[in-house]
C-alpha cells in the first residue's frame, strides 16, 4: 500500500469543488465495470497525519450543535471531523473508481478503547479497502484508524454504497424495515431545516444535498437531508449518561431524514448494551438503527 504522509488534514472547501466537477466531467469513466474497460478497483492508499491537536473551541462549537455536554473529553463520533477530510481526499484522488456525489453513507462501525482527551495528540490513518456486491450496486469501507503515543484508542469502518449494476450477491433490509413495527419511543426530535447547515459549519461536509433545498433537489431529493454522522452523534448525545468508555457504536442508516422533520427516539436493552433507533414520527418510516456495547 502506498502510504502518503500530509502535514495537516485536508480541507473539505477545496476538496468538494473538485468532487462536484468529477460528477459532471467524470462520470462516464468511473461507472462500474467501465473502469480502463475492467472491473472497479479501490485505490492502494493511505493518507496519514500525526500530532494532530483537537481545537477546544470547534469542540465545544461541535458537542453543541450534536447536543453533547461540553467537556474535555471526546464524544466518540469527534475523530470522524478529522478523518472524514482523509476519506475525501481518497474520493478525490485521480485513482478513485467512483464519482464522490453519487455515492451513499449506509453504515458506520466506531469502536473507542478509551475516552481522549482534547489535550492529546493524535495520530490518523485512512484507506479504502473491501469492495463487494450489495443488492443495489457496490459497497466498500473506509477505514480509519486513531493512536495516541503509539497507542490505538478509535478505529471505524465506515460502508459506502454505489448503486446500479448490483449483482445480488449483497443484502438489503429494505423489506424488513416495511415489516416491523417502529418501537415505542422515549422521545420526540423536532430537527430543523438549518441543521444540515449547521453541522456543515463544524464538520465542514458542504455536501449540497445538506445544504439548501434547492441544491439538494438537483440531487434527486425533495428537500436537504440530515447528515448521517450528525444523526449518529445525536443518538449518542441522547446516551450520554449510559456510554462507557471503551464502547462500539454501531449504525445502519437508512431513509433519508428530509428536513425539517420530527423524528421519534427509542433505546432498550439488548446484549449487555443498547439497542436504539430513530422513525419518523408520524410515517414510522425509519432512518436510523443501532447497537451501543461495552468493548
Known amino acids: ?12 472547501s477545496g476538496l468538494y469543488p473538485r468532487a462536484l466537477t468529477g460528477a459532471v466531467t467524470e462520470l462516464p469513466r468511473k461507472l462500474p465495470g467501465l473502469r480502463r474497460g475492467g472491473e472497479p ?4 492508499l493511505e493518507f ?6 483537537v481545537d477546544r473551541e470547534h469542540l465545544a462549537h461541535y458537542d453543541h450543535v450534536c447536543g453533547f455536554r461540553v467537556r474535555d473529553e471526546l464524544p466518540p463520533t469527534y475523530p470522524h471531523m478529522i478523518a472524514f477530510p ?10 478513485f473508481p467512483f464519482p464522490v456525489m453519487g455515492l451513499v453513507h449506509i453504515g458506520n462501525r466506531i469502536e473507542q478503547k478509551r475516552w481522549i482527551s482534547a489535550g492529546e495528540k493524535l495520530d490518523f490513518k485512512v484507506h479504502a479497502e473491501n469492495l463487494r456486491e450489495h443488492d443495489k450496486g457496490v ?11 503509539g497507542e490505538p484508542v478509535w478505529n471505524s469502518t465506515s ?18 424495515d416495511k415489516k416491523s413495527e417502529p418501537p415505542e419511543p422515549h422521545a420526540f426530535w423536532k430537527i430543523p431545516g438549518d441543521i444540515g447547515r449547521r453541522y456543515a459549519s463544524v464538520s465542514g461536509d458542504i455536501n449540497p444535498i445538506h445544504m439548501h433545498s434547492l441544491s439538494a433537489r438537483l440531487f434527486g431529493f425533495p428537500s436537504a437531508i440530515a447528515h448521517g454522522m450528525w444523526l449518529k452523534a445525536r ?10 468508555s471503551a464502547l462500539a457504536v454501531d449504525v445502519s442508516f437508512k431513509v433519508p431524514l428530509v428536513l425539517p422533520a420530527k423524528v421519534a427516539f427509542a433505546d432498550w436493552p439488548a446484549g449487555g448494551g443498547r439497542d436504539f433507533a430513530v422513525h419518523d414520527a408520524r410515517k414510522g418510516k425509519p432512518h436510523l438503527t443501532g447497537s451501543l456495547r461495552p468493548d
Open 139 to 149: 459497497q466498500f469501507d473506509f477505514v480509519a484508524e486513531v493512536t495516541s503515543g
Open 41 to 44: 478497483e479501490l485505490p492502494d
Open 48 to 53: 496519514v497525519v500525526h500530532d494532530v491537536d
Open 1 to 12: 500500500m502506498a502510504v502518503e504522509e500530509l502535514e495537516s488534514p485536508p480541507s473539505l
Open 86 to 95: 482523509l476519506q475525501m481526499k481518497i474520493m478525490t484522488d485521480g485513482s
Open 235 to 244: 443518538c449518542l448525545a441522547a446516551l450520554e449518561g449510559e456510554l462507557p
Open 159 to 176: 460502508t459506502y454504497l454505489r448503486r446500479g449494476g448490483g449483482g445480488g450477491g449483497g443484502s438489503s433490509d429494505k423489506k424488513s
